[in-house]
């Protein structure tokens, strides 16, 4: 925090400014169901990104990052925001100003403001929905909207499927908006109804292990991926009267997927499905204190993401299957996959066993040396005290 006011001062000058802060997100189980009406069971992490800011008097705004000092400032004026490929990451934060002002909030009054974010890049973590949110928060804030949390995760949304390009769901602009210390959300995507259940894993501990595979391709399979599921679903409309593929039981699925021609298609609906049935179902068995039943559904999860869905690739499924032959009690790709990370559930008195002989498997097999986080669940995004 020292050091981001430092930063500020000597880029901007000295002045008085206001701090905030929005997490990164990792998703327990129910993965590429939000955009088809079904549940998610992520949590908030406590790394995030941070910004800190003041107000300018004319109509200019002036941002720059720590994690990019090659970009350097970025400077745009409020009355003409435009995507622009050379403004990098700063386009995330635009994007959420270009979408409120589109809603109709006055921003007008410039700013300068300096982000720094500890969440690894492109690991799956959810960088790019935390700098939304903590733009989203800091402009509320810095203007006196007022406007409620909803509406700021769906503008962040909105930012990253119209201005970026990225046609994702609403999971980790959710998880972020609303995330609560030590608690992960069920959230149905449809309904947006949540509730907060409290991470009770007793003796077992959530780490997250990073693969170091940056996700090569990912925006474009994942578009791809929305795509086979919007086909699938239309075939299975020809009997069934729904809006998305997760309003469908698995045992209605089973009888009806005959409909779906595509064998591709027809495997992905068969993840989709499944999976928002295991999600509701892992939230259940959490709730029971039952963790060894939980852990099950998560690798029945990646197993899924693997063979149907088809989003894991070498190295996540290297690190899994390292993570289970070392006796994880649950282990899974999480995010959208293409790279990134996976979840762990491990006992805690063997986690630094476990860390090292996962990592000496995943080397083997990839040549690639693993990282490894602890997870603490975090708040969502907020304005910090000073
Ligand atoms: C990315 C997207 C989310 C979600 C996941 C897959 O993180 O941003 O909306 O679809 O992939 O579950």
Known sequence: MKQLKQTFTEIFGAGNTETFFAPGRVNLIGEHTDYN????????LNIGTYSVVHKRKDSKVRMYSINFPDIGVVEFDLNHIEYEEAHNWANYPKGVLSVLQQKGYDITQGFDAVFYGNIPNGAGLSSSASIELVTAVMVN????FDIDPLTLVQAAQQAENTFVGVNC?????FSIGFGKENHA???????????YSPMELGALSLVIANTNKQRGLADSKYNER?????????????????DHLCDLSLE????????????????????????NERTVMASELLKLGDIQAFGQLINESHQSLKENYEVTGVELDALVEAAWEEGAVGARMTGAGFGG???NLIETEKMDAFMAKVAKRYEQTTGLSPAFYPVAIGDGAKKLSE
């Open 169 to 173: 769901g609403i999971m980790d602009q």
């Open 226 to 242: 929305r795509g086979e599921c919007e086909q699938a679903l239309k075939d299975l409309q020809q009997i069934h009267k729904i």
């Open 252 to 275: 209605d699925f089973e009888k009806s997927k005959y409909l779906i021609e595509n064998p591709i298609h027809r495997k992905r609906a068969q993840h989709v499905i499944s999976e």
């Open 185 to 195: 959300i069920l959230l149905n995507c449809k309904t947006l109804k949540y509730t």
């Open 37 to 44: 009406g079904g549940h998610v069971f992520p949590c908030a």
């Open 341 to 343: 990370c996976t979840v």
């Open 141 to 144: 804030d810095l203007f006196g």
